[in-house]
């Protein structure tokens, strides 16, 4: 296998700064390589450059953190072992203050066994984009053949490594090595920086601070240890600068976007209690420590925007009004609960106390849009405490994205796409009048354009997943005008 088989990337830029990984194939203790960061793709006008040492205990892979640049700029990066170069991958810094347009994507849910990640293929083919934000489920632990609480993958042959779910620091480290030889894979991060927090699926299907729905602890061990073995493979495996050096447990994290916006990534897994157990007012998805922060974060800057980036939904999903006949569907997507008519308790629609807090926050700052992912399926979500309050202000917006791969409404149905989703589509926005608009069926990512009036997301959603393929479409735009807190169809993205 070649040296930099698993490619190059980068992510956690700052306006000054990025950090750029590789990973070495060897058999060595450890491995010296050196690295170059260039204006151009040929790697000539240096502006740094310096040396690094890959080490077993860190599975091989590299992270360096490069200071010293300027910002909104495009930057070229490699690195070389011996006499053999890493491809060539370009990054890009942040903006600094004063800026007034960022443009990022925003991903979830990429399941390898479900299809093709043509999704990643089309965001690298974009030249307009300053980062990519992945919400979550950057890999899944699962095995090839599932329990049956989890969906089987699509039967093409893209079947996981290693074949069992993922338990061990040895296990997650090949997850993460198999999902870096794929092609999409490589070229999305060759082409732009990432920013992520996680969902479950870096840990375990329905994680939670205490355990996950198929963890059993006399079969696979304390369920601390596991959590801190993924999160390492992850920090391993991604370009990511920990928050808390000294808390490598510690996901969440926020970034400023030159002034315009505060992008700020929270974690809804690993610190949250047991969904649906306990008294809901008490019940946290966030833990104390993490709402203590995001809470200050809120208050404490004063851009124009606020972005949450977002695992799970955190507007309404149930409504007492959905139809019966829609139900089965639902239930089959997790919109709603899977053993009786009411909110499917995994999402935030199963901590409403902490979520109206959130609310009450989003409404005194003003000009918050929060970004999420997980559900599998496509919405623009107007952020309120009661979602049957036709008077009520909403306290901001949401957009989620389809997910990448992962099964949704007409893949888990086995029904045709855009069939018998159409109807149910059109009930959920009827029933559910917080959700403005919704796609069932689709897989792709969101492009979100921040300028000061206006956040404007575009769902772009892919041909195919069966195949590789360079199909996509817009599938709908939605826009808030700053001092709203409104959707409205449209904008300019």
């Keep these: 296998m070649p040296t930099f088989a698993h490619g190059i990337a980068s992510g956690d830029p700052l306006a000054d700064r990025v950090v750029i990984w590789t990973r070495v194939t060897t058999d060595q203790p450890e491995v010296e390589v050196t690295w170059t960061v260039a204006r151009d793709p040929g790697l000539t006008d240096v502006v740094a450059s310096g040396s690094a040492v890959a080490v077993a205990d860190g599975d091989h892979t590299v992270h360096v953190d490069v200071s010293g640049l300027e910002p909104a700029t495009a930057y070229h990066y490699g690195f070389t072992r011996d006499s053999e170069a890493s491809p060539v991958g370009r990054t890009r810094t942040l903006p600094g203050p004063g800026a007034t347009h960022v443009r990022l994507a925003t991903v979830s849910c990429a399941k390898y066994n479900a299809g093709y990640f043509n999704g990643y293929g089309r965001i690298a083919d974009r030249n307009d984009l300053d980062v990519v934000l992945h919400l979550g489920d950057y890999i899944y632990e699962a095995a090839n053949k599932p329990p049956p609480s989890q969906t089987p993958g699509a039967g093409i042959g893209r079947d996981f490594v290693p074949d069992d779910e993922c338990f061990t620091l040895l296990d997650y480290r090949q997850r993460y090595a198999h999902y870096h030889l794929d092609l999409d894979v490589q070229r999305l991060h060759a082409a732009h920086p990432i920013v992520s927090t996680i969902d479950d699926h870096e840990l375990a299907d329905g994680a939670w601070r205490g355990g996950a729905v198929e963890h059993r602890e006399d079969r696979d061990g304390p369920w601390p240890d596991r959590v801190a073995l993924a999160l390492q493979a992850r920090w391993e495996w991604l370009p990511l600068r920990k928050p808390d050096p000294a808390d490598p447990s510690r996901v969440y994290t926020s970034h400023s976007l030159g002034g315009l916006a505060r992008l700020a990534l929270i974690d809804t897994r690993s610190r949250r209690d047991e969904p649906g157990v306990g008294d809901p007012a008490a019940r946290t998805a966030l833990g104390a420590e993490q709402r203590d922060w995001l809470l200050g974060e809120i208050a404490a800057h004063d851009e124009p925007w606020l972005l949450l980036g977002n695992s799970s939904v955190l507007g309404h999903t149930w409504s007492d009004g959905i139809d019966s006949a829609a139900l089965p569907a639902l239930r089959e997507q997790k919109l709603i609960a899977w053993t009786e008519d009411g909110p499917d308790v995994d999402q935030w629609d199963g901590y409403p106390a ?120 817009l599938g709908a735009t939605w826009s808030v005008e700053r001092g709203t807190a409104r959707l409205v169809p449209g904008g300019e993205g």
């Excluded at 409404?363 to 849009?369: E, F, L, N, Q």
């Excluded at 309120?384 to 149905?413: C, I, W, Y």
């Excluded at 917080?434 to 769902?459: F, K, M």
């Design 354 to 473: 902490e979520r109206d807090v959130l609310l009450d926050a989003f409404a005194s700052r003003g000009d918050v849009v929060v970004l999420s992912g997980d559900v599998h399926v496509a919405l623009a979500i107007e952020l309120k405490h009661d979602p049957d309050a036709a008077q009520e202000r909403p306290a901001g917006v949401e957009f989620v994205t389809a997910s990448l791969t992962s099964q949704n409404l007409d893949e888990k149905m086995r029904w045709p796409p855009k069939t018998r989703s159409l109807d149910i589509e059109r009930e959920f926005v009827q029933a559910v009048p917080n959700i403005r608009w919704c796609d069932l069926d689709s897989h792709g990512y969101v492009v979100v354009d921040v300028v000061p009036e206006r956040v404007t997301a575009q769902w772009w959603f892919v041909d195919t997943l069966l195949e590789r393929h360079a199909g996509e479409r």
